[in-house]
């Protein structure tokens, strides 16, 4: 019979290195499923809002739908849609990055995705945004 202990408190996870089972129950990738989750929920109960509101008004032809979008309400609610979207969007990318690749590149990646789903919210907010207030 072995009665060799071994000591795993160094094992180093190739989706974050520099955290060993130390870290482990630490909440290191607890944020990022608690995030994923409200996200989630987001879209689920934002869609049906979004789709019925934007086919109510496309029954107005592209004024009308430029004309909800103009509005405050059709205007934030469909960021906030879109904000759920681009983000659940990004931590997905995020797990195919951390799943797929190591190391600079999975840095690079991961980067990339953030620098991505930024300009696209701020192309998507300042259109809305433009739209709704300004006019």
């Not at 934002?46 to 086919?55: E, H, V």
């Not at 906030?80 to 190391?103: N, Q």
């Amino acid at each position: 019979m072995n009665t060799k202990s071994t000591d795993t408190s160094n094992i180093q996870t190739p989706d974050a290195p520099g955290y060993t089972a130390k870290h482990a129950g630490k909440g290191h990738g607890t944020t990022h499923h608690k995030i994923h989750g409200v996200t989630g929920w987001g879209l689920i109960i934002g869609l049906p809002f979004a789709i019925w509101s934007a086919a109510a008004a496309i029954g107005g032809g592209s004024e009308g739908f430029v004309a909800w979008l103009s509005s405050p309400i059709g205007g934030l609610g469909f960021l906030a849609f879109a904000t759920a979207a681009i983000w659940y969007c990004k931590l997905e990318m995020d797990e195919v990055i951390l799943d797929y690749f190591e190391g600079g590149v999975c840095t690079f990646g991961l980067i990339k995705n953030k620098i991505v789903a930024g300009l696209v919210w701020l192309a998507i907010a300042y259109a809305v945004l433009k739209l709704a207030f300004l006019g």
